[in-house]
């Protein structure tokens, strides 16, 4: 697998077909995204999950297509997987705390 | 998929290319990673003030163009596609079309900050720049709807801060591929920016929605 000889193909080039088929799938997703917005009636919870889950699939297809996190080696796959892994973290200790302040009503806490 | 691809000088401190590969790749990331955890701070501080004044929020992204967003939004995903473009000619090493589509990645780049201006600009008009000249009818939402407006421009701020820097750096590699500089001979400094710029269409990917499409 080591062949440094710079012409072995260790790196995998896409081909133009499949970043044409994911930039065909985000642009769908877009407009997935802008026509549940205009759902009638009021769903805000059911409009809020469904913006947000498109918007990680439009996320998750660049980061393995166009940022090429699918065909890269494991530790970078790792390194990816931790930033947004941490961004988890980061947002359920936040809102975590936020949203269950009412709970227990303390003077001084709006 | 077996196409040609350049050949790639390994420098000394690495023991072959892929090991060389891969630390650039990880160190962009490492990079990203902190890029991510920024944004994101930024974004929580959105979601916990949405969740406190959801009705004044709605009110106040009544005031935002939806056309104007989605075309951005069009425009910064198709950027994302001809960088991808630039960088798979970067790694056949076919430097005319590389320059051909990171020409036009910038293109869009620019396009993108000339709409975003338009909107500034427009926002100005209507004095809904937070300060002493905002104005907001029903006065009731006053209070949060220039909180509303605070957050819009930091993070659209920040976020065409990026695609600026994005530009910029597009340009010092337009120039090195023009001229043909050795730096550019390898197709990695053209995959980073690459990573850069698609971590800056991500970021947008989720602006969008929050800011334009609040849900009643």
């Given at each position: 697998?080591?062949?440094?000889?710079?012409?072995?193909?260790?790196?995998?080039?896409?081909?133009?077909?499949?970043?044409?088929?994911?930039?065909?799938?985000?642009?769908?997703?877009?407009?997935?995204?802008?026509?549940a917005?205009?759902?009638?009636?009021?769903?805000?919870?059911?409009?809020?999950?469904i913006?947000l889950?498109?918007a990680?699939?439009?996320?998750?297809?660049?980061?393995?297509?166009?940022?090429?996190?699918?065909?890269?080696?494991?530790?970078?796959?790792?390194?990816?997987s931790?930033?947004?892994?941490?961004l988890?973290?980061?947002?359920?200790?936040?809102?975590?705390?936020?949203?269950?302040?009412?709970w227990?009503?303390?003077?001084?806490?709006? | 998929?077996?196409?040609?691809?350049?050949?790639?000088?390994v420098?000394?401190?690495?023991?072959?290319?892929?090991?060389?590969?891969?630390?650039?790749?990880?160190?962009?990331?490492t990079?990203?990673?902190?890029?991510?955890m920024?944004?994101?701070?930024?974004?929580?501080?959105?979601?916990?003030?949405?969740?406190?004044?959801?009705?004044?929020?709605?009110?106040?992204?009544?005031?935002?163009?939806?056309?104007?967003?989605?075309?951005?939004?069009?425009v910064?995903?198709?950027?994302?596609?001809?960088?991808?473009?630039?960088?798979?000619?970067?790694?056949?090493?076919?430097?005319?079309?590389?320059?051909?589509?990171l020409?036009?990645?910038?293109a869009?780049?620019?396009?993108?900050?000339v709409?975003?201006?338009?909107?500034?600009?427009?926002?100005?008009?209507?004095?809904?720049?937070?300060?002493?000249?905002?104005?907001?009818?029903?006065?009731?939402?006053?209070?949060?709807?220039?909180?509303?407006?605070?957050?819009?421009?930091?993070?659209?701020?920040l976020?065409a801060?990026?695609?600026?820097?994005?530009?910029?750096?597009?340009?010092?590699?337009?120039?090195?591929?023009?001229?043909?500089?050795?730096?550019?001979?390898?197709?990695?400094?053209?995959?980073?920016?690459?990573?850069?710029?698609h971590f800056?269409?991500?970021?947008?990917?989720f602006?969008?929605?929050?800011?334009y499409?609040?849900?009643r």
């Open positions: 697998m080591a062949l440094a000889n710079g012409h072995d193909s260790h790196t995998h080039i896409v081909p133009i077909r499949v970043y044409l088929l994911v930039y065909a799938a985000l642009l769908v997703l877009l407009v997935l995204t802008v026509g917005a205009y759902l009638p009636g009021r769903h805000t919870l059911l409009n809020n999950v913006a889950t498109i990680i699939a439009k996320a998750v297809l660049v980061v393995l297509y166009f940022m090429h996190v699918r065909y890269s080696t494991r530790l970078t796959w790792l390194w990816a931790a930033g947004f892994f941490w988890l973290i980061m947002f359920i200790l936040t809102l975590g705390d936020y949203f269950t302040r009412h227990v009503p303390a003077i001084g806490w709006e | 998929m077996v196409q040609e691809q350049a050949p790639q000088n420098s000394l401190q690495f023991e072959d290319v892929h090991q060389q590969n891969e630390s650039y790749i990880v160190g962009m990331w990079f990203l990673v902190t890029e991510i920024f944004f994101g701070a930024v974004f929580a501080t959105y979601l916990v003030y949405r969740v406190a004044n959801h009705t004044a929020f709605w009110e106040a992204h009544l005031r935002l163009d939806i056309p104007l967003g989605f075309i951005n939004t069009c910064l995903l198709t950027s994302s596609l001809t960088m991808a473009l630039t960088v798979h000619y970067a790694q056949r090493q076919m430097p005319k079309q590389q320059l051909l589509w020409s036009v990645t910038m869009l780049a620019m396009a993108f900050l709409v975003k201006g338009f909107e500034y600009h427009h926002k100005y008009v209507e004095g809904l720049i937070p300060g002493p000249n905002f104005r907001f009818e029903p006065a009731e939402y006053f209070r949060p709807a220039q909180l509303f407006f605070s957050l819009y421009f930091a993070m659209t701020g976020h801060l990026h695609v600026l820097i994005g530009v910029l750096v597009m340009a010092v590699m337009a120039v090195l591929i023009a001229i043909r500089h050795s730096s550019v001979q390898d197709f990695i400094p053209v995959e980073l920016v690459g990573l850069y710029w800056v269409d991500i970021v947008w990917i602006l969008f929605p929050l800011l499409l609040i849900p």
